[in-house]
């Protein structure tokens, strides 16, 4: 499947005396793959505990004195969700809709930055960009999450099909200010 991150907060930090915009925006086309497991508890609860692997990513662009800095990062995770759902509708004998709630811990195994600094006024069109950088030690490696959503499945002979819409809302801010080389680099060479 796929997953859209929305970032609920994003604190700016500049130290120009220009006003600065910015602009964020999500790729919605991310990579989400997962393993579930499913106890029945009734006619119409299960207990799930389910293994999720999500490649994220997003870019935040920034103009400020002269210039625009895009900066792309790509976030690789393992979330461990405990929850129940709830089989509230049946249409026929395979089809069902259900609702789900639970919680469990995400951990963050890759954080990779790809940042672009360009030139904007017409005596600097320089275009600045490097390798990408490494900037997980400046994430957190352990989030606690609380996950919401609803669906329909289909029974088949060998299990189900399912269709499934939620949310994942983390309970930490992912970023941890450290003096770590790429926050420098970040901030000296591509000025976000």
């Known amino acids: 499947g796929t997953n859209i991150p929305f970032l609920t907060f994003v604190g700016d930090h500049s130290n120009s005396p220009e006003p600065e915009s910015n602009s964020y925006r999500s790729e919605t ?3 989400t793959a997962s393993l579930e497991v499913k106890v029945p508890l009734n006619d119409r609860i299960d207990a799930n505990v389910e293994a999720r692997y999500l490649q994220s990513s997003f ?6 004195l002269g210039f625009e ?3 792309r990062e790509m976030v690789q995770r393992l979330e461990i969700p405990l929850s129940a759902t709830y089989s509230f509708a049946r249409f026929g004998k395979n089809l069902s809709a259900f609702a789900r709630a639970g919680a469990g811990p995400a951990f963050n195994l890759k954080a990779t930055a790809t940042p672009v600094n360009t030139g904007l006024d ?3 069109r320089n275009l ?16 606690l999450f609380f996950t919401a959503g609803a669906g329909i499945r289909y029974k ?7 269709l499934e819409a939620g949310s994942v809302f983390g309970t930490r801010n992912q970023v941890i200010r450290t003096g770590t080389p790429e926050s420098k680099e970040l901030a000296y060479r591509y000025t976000f």
Not at 59 to 64: L, P, S
């Open 128 to 143: 600045l960009s490097g390798a990408d950088l490494d900037v997980t030690a400046s994430r957190i490696s352990v989030d």
């Open 59 to 64: 870019t935040n662009t920034e103009k400020y």
């Open 69 to 71: 800095t895009a900066y």
């Open 29 to 31: 086309l991310n990579l």
């Open 156 to 162: 088949t002979p060998l299990g189900y099909i399912s």
């Open 122 to 124: 017409d005596n600097n």
